[in-house]
């Protein structure tokens, strides 16, 4: 039935175009535009995906690097649109696909959980009420009114978890982000996840973990070069793929 699915993704492809021109600046790659001298070269990077995920399922994106795992999620959370085919999405998505993604590295942790917050759709009010939690949740208490420049890529990991998954999305979309932090600190976004998960949220989850997938996915898709070469458990997909 229609309203048990979270997403639907009917024969999507997406196109991407690779210029084959050389240029020496953006004055004369513009002039060459203008004069209709510039080549491009299809690149397809996805190729007539067709997935249907139900409310509270949890499913694992598997596939070697440049497979097209990240483009799929971005597809999925709306970042990019189909050349072809349709994506219909049931809920609302909280996504972690890029470090950083949503901050500004000018501004402090403090403000940046506010902008991002708000980008999320929080509203101002939700975000003071669990400031203290975000911050505690990142294990930054010491660094709040730092400008998160200075940051590791695993401090921007967890205060970007930490934010994104405050509230209890419908669906939470995680790429391979989490392979930054420390194992404890996996250890604790993966109980979250867990949490979530026993409470209806839908997730789709990217990793090169093969335990991280079994620990926290009951389904898997492999793309391999844009195609789905194999879906279905976790466990029968992942042998597919180890094999």
């Not at 513009?30 to 190729?47: N, R, V, W, Y």
Request: a negative charge; one cysteine or more.
């Amino acid at each position: 039935m229609i309203d048990e699915i979270a997403i639907k993704i009917d024969n999507a492809t997406v196109r991407f175009n690779k210029s084959e021109a050389k240029s020496n600046g953006i004055k004369e790659y513009i002039i060459k535009m203008l004069k209709g001298e510039l080549m491009f070269q299809e690149f397809l990077a996805l190729s007539d995906i067709n997935l249907e995920i139900k409310k509270g399922e949890s499913w694992g994106v598997i596939g070697s690097n440049g497979s097209g795992k990240s483009t799929l999620l971005k597809l999925i959370c709306g970042i990019l649109k189909p050349y072809k085919g349709s994506v219909k999405i049931w809920g609302e998505i909280a996504s972690i696909i890029e470090l950083g993604a949503g901050f500004d590295p000018e501004l402090t942790a403090r403000e940046n959980i506010y902008l991002n917050g708000a980008v999320l759709g929080y509203k101002r009010k939700f975000i003071k009420d669990h400031f203290d939690q975000i911050v505690h949740f990142a294990e930054l208490e010491d660094f709040v009114d730092t400008p998160i420049k200075n940051f590791s890529s695993g401090m921007n990991a967890r205060l970007g978890f930490a934010i994104a998954t405050i509230a209890k999305p419908e669906i939470l979309v995680i790429d391979e982000v989490l392979a930054v932090g420390d194992q404890s600190f996996q250890e604790k976004c993966q109980a979250r996840m867990k949490e979530m998960l026993s409470g209806g949220t839908t997730l789709l989850f990217v990793s090169h973990s093969a335990s991280q997938v079994l620990d926290l996915c009951e389904n898997a898709v492999w793309i391999d070069k844009g195609h789905i070469r194999a879906i279905g458990k976790a466990q029968d997909v992942i042998d597919l793929y180890s094999a």
